[in-house]
């Protein structure tokens, strides 16, 4: 095998004579973004913070240890996060193919071969062993930016992993808190049959002792009968709410436990939104399109380098051992075999092939340069909803509570005074209905700053780290 030691040589030697690479190297792109987030009313302690909300964990946001068990869960056994996984894997793998293309690819041929002369009765074993090598010479950086391409495309499939994980956290979060409104407007419901059955009790009774009318016991009923006909449908609500949580755990539908009702849930005091421009790092989407931007300019490199001249080694070696035996003896013999080669291939006439390629790849740069100034502005627009959201919510929150303190003062009072025959029982019965509708609308209001809450966190970038 020594007649290969040239081959050996050769190949290792030609790597050094590599040369740069055509195309565009990346800069990240200089996009203006705003100072501050629009209408942020802030504490200016919060406003002089550099630290974000989104920075907690999502463990420390979302308190509720059934609500953490829940994201545990589907953080290990979610489907679109298991396909998110394999991705990588995918793409990992199509980086090592891409990458092979930089080193010489070697292959044996080992032969071997007998047989038997009839006419002199000589037998023969003859084994040839070869080995050929290729290696292109990457001289204009064809091969190393499509190498670039591919594992800009790989960290783009891990940042969108990420991008996965966050969506994911944020969808457990909001459907585990509107499973908990509804089980709350459910309770309120109930509560309000209850409280209705008594006074149609009560109303029947004054009406056996003649100090009601019939008319009082059917208005009474009314408050009673709207409460019941929405118990089937918040039933419903809830039974495919948890439907919705099964499918994001990866289990099939199931009833979801609760520890914590929506009114124990706690609020964090403070929710400081960070510097806008820390808004682009812990952004996983907008480092997912700078990738695919990276990608594309490599591109270009890769299309430009296809005008030059492609350089190719070739080289190839072995031996052959033969042994044959004549009737009087036995002789053996061996011969070396070796070869090299080198070809240049340069595109003449392509039909517009090539500048088609080139002009391909420069307006998908262009586009996903588009892409990633988009994303960026949208993200802004995410944050100020979901600031604006919030604050809005929580103020709603707030004035509600208060108009249901009222309604139930007034409820009480119209009792009293129904009792004592001062007035009607239907302004008994538009109190009740009042406060129905407000009790309603409060849980929903809770509700809602929870929601305001997880779209902040997600907003922000939280939830994936």
Known sequence: MKNLAPLMFIVPASILLVGCMVGPNYHRPIVQTPGAYRDLKESPQALAQAASFADLPWWKVYQDSQLQELIRIALKENYDLQLATERIAAARAQVTITRSSLFPQ??????????KDPSTQAKANILAVTADAAFQLDLFGRLRRATE???????ATEIARQTVILTLVSDVAS???QLLDLDLQLHITQDTIKTQEASVKLTKLRLDHGVATKLDVLQA????????SQIPDFEREIGQEEDAISILLGHYPETVQRVRSLADQPLPPDVPSGMPSSLLARRPD??????ELIAANAE?????????????LTGGGGGVIGRSTLLSGLLGSQAGIWSYAAQVSQPIFTGGALRGNLTLAESQHRQELIAYKQVIQLAFRDVSDALIGYQKLHQVRVAQETTVKDLQDTVATSLVRYRGGITT???VLDGQRSLFTAELTLAQARGNEYQGLVQLYKALGGGWQ
């Not at 070697?106 to 032969?111: D, F, Y």
């Not at 391409?149 to 960290?155: D, F, I, K, T």
């Not at 009923?221 to 019941?228: E, G, H």
């Not at 270009?300 to 190719?312: D, E, K, L, M, T």
């Open 300 to 312: 270009i490199g890769v299309a430009r380098a296809a005008y030059f001249p492609q350089i190719s």
């Open 286 to 291: 907008i480092r997912e399109v700078e990738q």
């Open 106 to 115: 070697v292959q044996a041929n080992p032969t071997f071969s007998g047989g």
């Open 149 to 155: 391409a591919a594992r800009a495309e790989l960290l």
């Open 175 to 177: 459907d585990y808190f």
């Open 221 to 228: 009923q009314q408050v009673l009968d709207t409460a019941n």
């Open 425 to 427: 029982y239907l302004e």
